[in-house]
């Protein structure tokens, strides 16, 4: 009995793999007197319908048939599109990286690397219509300096680009990013007492991310961390800095002085 069980079961296994096959062998026949062309073109509209994977599979099969040529280069960089648009972006990064890599002086390495920013990007598709309670703090801070990082070498290397303002759009969205990460962390230390360590997180959010929102807070948690620390001089030093830039802030309404009766905490969201 456990024989047959076994038969049937192998029988119906290799039955699934003939399915299969025979769905790939489908496409690669109906293609087989195409023109690159028409390949292409048929990849084309399956793309601009949203039918990625049978985008996919079509650009693969041209670029198969037909490696050499600008077809099958569009082909590359269509896939890593169509890859990022299905939501697989290890498989997008994968396809745009490995054009640059094959064809590093391409005339649409504009577009490559904006592409690559997008990806790493990653952005939500319901941003805009989020944007106001959007948090960039709590995303992946390697992904935003690698995204950074992509849409900064497109500026540099191609200023004149079409894609240029809105990769310098993004960058200023990401700095923004970078910078409330760093944040989180010392409001983070700063609720733990770790005050020496807050204060570093601080002071490196002025010195890198001055053109942020929350350079305020940052000299507000220096004056805090330095008091806590018994470091007067550069509490009262950073103080005047506060004053300096920034006259109308609440944070300069607020007592910091050990004998408070409020917590610092309080003070912030």
Known sequence: MKKILLVISLGLALAGCAGTTGTIDKDAQITQEWTV??????????????????????????????????????????????????????????????????????????????????????????????????DWSDRDPKANRDAYQAFSQLIELYPNSRYAPDAAERMTKLVDALGGNEMAVARYYMKRGAYLAAANRAQKIVERYQNTRFVEESLAIMEASYRKLNKPQLADDTRRILAQNFPNSPYLQKSWQENSSIPWWRYWK
């Open 37 to 134: 062309e028409r390949l292409y073109a048929e990849a084309h509209d399956e793309l601009n319908s949203s039918n990625y994977t049978r985008a996919i599979k079509l650009y693969e099969i041209l670029e198969s048939r037909f490696p050499n040529g600008r077809y099958a280069q569009q082909a590359q960089l269509d896939t890593a599109y169509a890859y990022y648009k299905d939501d697989e972006p290890e498989k997008a990064l994968a396809a745009v990286e490995r054009f640059q890599r094959i064809h590093p002086r391409h005339p649409n390495m504009d577009y490559a690397l904006y592409l690559k920013g997008l990806i790493l990007f990653n952005e939500d598709q319901s941003f805009l219509n989020r944007l106001a309670s959007q």
